[in-house]
């Protein structure tokens, strides 16, 4: 996946490219990639929102997983409330299910909008005291520069 990020264009990984990436790398050690049954999920870095990663269902489906990535990406991108409402929309998404799989063998089981509310809600308190220690560096820095300026012009 590394390499697909590395040859996508404009910063956009597609499915097309995941999977071609994917079908080379499979094939250089003998073997097809449909083969492995390979089942994908969104995860971004969300640790100066919140102090964690924020992940998605698994998903058979890549282009669905990719369009919630993007989702993810641009909620975080657009501040917490837009971010909080992506997750709960991930979290809350449809659960893979493989034919001929063991019951419950999924790593997290489905989840209801109100438990995806009350997951985002813990977690972006659970950060509030770092986000404060954050605000307080940026206030005094942003004070430090302003004496400086002022002490050189006053």
Known sequence: IAEAGSL???GELTAALVLQVLASASAQRGFNVEDMGLCFRAEIRAGSTIRRDIWGRFSMDLRRVLEERT???AGKQAGWPALRAAWIAALTGPMLVRKGAPRGWNRHARVS???AAAIADAAWEA???KRRRADMRRQRASE???ERHCGRHG
Do not use: F
């Open 8 to 10: 996508a264009q404009g």
């Open 113 to 115: 909008p109100e438990k």
């Open 71 to 73: 989702l993810l990406l």
């Open 144 to 146: 430090q520069a302003r």
């Open 127 to 129: 950060a509030a005291p």
